[in-house]
Each structure stands twice: as C-alpha cells, then as structure tokens.
C-alpha cells in the first residue's frame, strides 16, 4: 500500500506561481512512477503531469506545458509541482497519483490517489 498526502495549495492571483507537494508513504515510492492530474469544478479528472521512477522522464499536457514542472526526491518520498504563470483555468482540485510506468499513469491506469489539495487562481 501506498499512500499519498498532497500540500501547498491555495489562493494565488493570476500570473502567480505554486509549489505543490505530495509525500508518499512506504519504502517503495522509487518503485512507482508519479502524476498529478486536476478537476475543476462540474468537469472530469484530467491528467497534467507524469514522472518516470528515476525522474528522468517527464510528460505534461499540452495546457500547462512550458508552465508547470514535475520533479521528484527519492530520498524524501516526495513528488512536487511546481506551477507558474498561473490563469483561472488552472483552478482545480489538484491529485497526485502513483502508477506502475508513466505512460500508464498519463493513461489514467493509476494504482493509487492522494486526496487532492485546492488551488484557486483569481482573476
């Protein structure tokens, strides 16, 4: 078992910037690739970014590539996003997730979720 704690949301203004954290539990986080993915208000999950178990491979989705970067600590079990050049349609419930490979997490084959932690952009 896995489990997946996120923090660091909030309220920002428009063009601010976040640093979001998701602590996993366990000695095997290096085992699992990590992602983040979103859900906005009346819409569905959506995914936003991957990472491979050594961090060295990475996917975003085309709506926040360029402004968002996933990275990952081993050592600390943790995962982040940071997010810059924030818009108000990054407004979302944000969800880290643990899978077995990247692409299955950027497929939405993910073994584990976290709670999920809010981020409001204001316009």
């Known amino acids: 078992q896995v489990q997946l704690v996120e923090s660091g949301g909030g309220l920002v203004q428009d063009g601010g910037s976040l640093r979001l954290s998701c602590a996993a539990s366990g000695r095997t986080f290096s085992s699992y690739a990590m992602g983040w993915f979103r859900q906005a208000p009346g819409k569905e999950r959506e995914f936003v970014a991957a990472i491979s178990r050594s961090g060295g491979v990475t996917y975003y989705a085309d709506s926040v590539k360029g402004r968002f970067t996933i990275s990952r600590d081993n050592g600390k079990n943790t995962v982040y996003l940071q997010m810059n050049s924030l818009k108000p349609e990054d407004t979302a419930v944000y969800y880290c997730?643990?899978?077995?490979?990247?692409?299955?997490?950027?497929?939405?084959?993910?073994?584990?979720w976290g709670k999920g932690t809010p981020v409001t952009v204001s316009s």
């Open positions: 997730a643990a899978g077995l490979t990247t692409q299955a997490v950027a497929s939405y084959r993910v073994d584990y």
